[in-house]
């Protein structure tokens, strides 16, 4: 009891301060979430604007009379008249390893009713990337368990690589099941003890998108036994479009915090589209000039700032780092519009998924040809670099073939081989969703095919030989799996190993 | 009200005209309104309402609004104005005013700076730092 006493007292005492100058403005104008005040004189850019009742706004346009500010939450219990003043603090959100496991909206609060967010450290939304001295290059993969991705088009820790695609076409699909690789990778590691396993811990943002869409996520990675390494950031279609704006940056922090502390991080933007609709609409009601297809000029360096944020940290500054994913959702494939281009532009490679691949069944629907990743070759485990070195080659070949090939029906025995190879590999890239493959058996899989194991097998069958290939692989040749885990790489004695293993699969195989 | 470019821009220029050694002239200001009143010029309601507000934010700027619980005595109405000009280095015009909203205290507002150290201020903070 005494020491509630002396807290009260504290408190008290604390109020008695001597009196603070405040610097305060009032409300002339209030709508669509934006507040026209006269005043504040002292408004910083960024800074949070208290309107009392726990409503804050940001400042976002310092004008010569007015400041412009953009409120979160409930705007419309502002009046005009109003009384408000700085609080010379910049928006922070939660962040830390409480916050794992938790679904949040863009301010970090619980939106998941499993009480409050355990977190004592606050980070600002807005934070200045780390500079060229903080960085060292990518050398570490983010294994996605996918295997056309991480045998073609590898990601690095610390890389941005943009996933882009028209509506339904698997783009979120491949967001999640990377997070459930990470989960399977995180959990793996924690059950062996093994110390040497950097975990990644993952971080969804939801971007207007529908309430149903979000809650069917969070409801996967939880079957999925994914939500203990993932926080989920929403900013449905029903929040505020200053809400929507901010998500992808609260996420950001989040994932800062990790990166800082020495961890490793991904973050999915899903999807950056929505943002920039998002942040029109902001800017647009606060009057700043438009520019083409009405988002304002600094639309550029709104995704720019975001995604300069992840970033592989040298040993020196705590060797973590922060991955990004981010998401455009594409209008009838059309990736020379405005927010496709100028995100293309920032990341380090993307991942381009078609309509006419999807449909024609070959899942995920990745455009071999469109896709690139930029550095991430240079964090590829060793192994997989050995067994998927020509394929992206030979895949690029069979499709120039296979259009050559409509035209004539004379093939030479050679071009028939390749033909054949190619629909082949294009059958073992098909991957059904939620269903990440260890790294392993990708090395063990790609290695059977491109020593020709396949080659006898029809293709229509080929799926059902894979399957059970794996099946044999993780069951039976375990010891195999988990050396070519350890070594990273496929010496003689391991391809020999490799070699009688699917060697004597395929005798067994009907 | 939409005020356009061009009326944001006379009005800006007018208000600077207003101004003699920075200080806004009294004798100029009626006789821009005056001007302006019988010139009619086109705009002539946006450019005013600008006007106005120019000059009401500048006359806010250099005038003190003392709020207090009680009536304060002569003595002390003089040493808090001394005190604002000594903060501010510039004349202070201060109004007096009693608000029983307060409880107890002095409330200063000049411009856009606010000292608040009412009973009722200082009840806020303790019941948000509870």
Known sequence: ?510 | MKVSKEARHIARSLYRDSLTDGRLDETKVRTIVNGLGAAKPRELIPILKTYERLVRLEIERNTARVESAAALDTAMQQQITAQLQQIYRRPIAAEFGVNPELIGGVRVRVGSDVWDGSVANRLRELSAAL
């Open chain 1, 1 to 510: 009891m005494a020491n509630i006493l002396q807290e009260i007292e504290q408190q008290i005492a604390g109020a008695k301060r001597g009196v603070a100058k405040q610097n305060v403005g009032t409300v002339r104008e209030i709508g669509d979430g934006v507040a026209k005040i006269e005043g504040l004189t002292d408004a910083m850019l960024n800074e949070m604007i208290d309107f009392g009742n726990d409503i804050y706004g940001i400042a976002l346009n310092l004008e010569e009379t007015e400041v412009g500010a953009i409120i979160l939450g409930e705007y419309t219990h502002i009046k005009e008249g109003m009384e408000c003043r700085t609080t010379g603090r910049l928006l922070s959100v939660p962040v830390g390893k409480g916050l794992l496991g938790r679904v949040v909206n863009s301010i970090g609060m619980p939106l998941d009713g499993k009480g409050p967010v355990k977190s004592d450290t606050l980070y600002p939304v807005e934070k200045i990337a780390p500079g060229i001295i903080k960085r060292r290059s990518v050398s570490q993969p983010v294994q996605t368990g996918i295997m056309a991705v991480d045998a073609m088009i590898p990601i690095g820790r610390g890389q941005r690589e943009l996933i882009i695609g028209d509506r339904s076409t698997g783009k979120t699909t491949i967001g999640i099941d990377t997070i459930i690789n990470q989960a399977r990778l995180n959990r793996a590691a924690e059950q062996a003890g093994d110390k040497s396993v950097r975990p990644l811990y993952c971080i969804y943002v939801a971007i207007g998108q529908k309430q149903s869409n979000i809650v069917r996520v969070v409801n996967v990675l939880e079957e999925q036994g994914a939500m203990p390494y993932t926080i989920v950031v929403a900013a449905s279609a029903a929040d505020t479009a200053t809400n929507q704006y901010l998500a992808p940056f609260a996420g950001a922090a989040m994932g800062e915090w990790f990166m800082d502390n020495g961890m490793d991080a991904l973050i999915i933007f899903d999807d950056l589209s929505k943002h920039a609709v998002a942040y029109r609409q902001v800017s647009l009601v606060l009057r700043r000039p438009s520019g083409r297809e009405a988002y304002p000029g600094d639309v550029f360096y709104l995704h720019s700032r975001l995604l300069e944020r992840s970033a592989r940290l040298s040993e020196k500054a705590g060797d973590g780092s922060l991955t990004a994913l981010p998401i455009i959702e594409t209008q009838l494939g059309d990736v020379s519009a405005y927010i496709p281009t100028n995100v293309i532009s920032i990341t380090d490679g993307q991942i381009y998924l078609e309509t006419d691949l999807f449909y024609q069944g070959i899942r995920p629907a990745i455009s071999v040809g469109l896709s690139v990743s930029r550095v991430g070759s240079a964090a590829q485990v060793k192994a997989m670099k050995q067994v998927a070195g020509r394929i992206k080659g030979e895949l690029a070949q069979f499709r120039e073939l296979a259009a050559f090939a409509q035209f004539g029906s004379d093939l030479d025995a050679k071009t028939q081989a390749q033909l054949e190879r190619g629909k082949r590999i294009v059958e073992v890239f098909k991957q059904p969703q939620y269903n990440p493959v260890p790294v392993e058996v990708q090395v063990g899989v790609l290695w059977a095919v491109q020593n020709g194991f396949f080659d006898d097998v029809s293709v229509d069958k080929l799926k059902d030989c894979q399957a059970k290939m794996t099946d044999y692989l993780t069951s039976r040749k375990s010891a195999l799996m988990a050396k070519i885990l350890k070594e990273k790489a496929l010496n003689d004695a391991l391809i020999a190993e490799l070699k009688a293993a699917v060697t004597e699969f395929k005798q067994t195989y009907r």
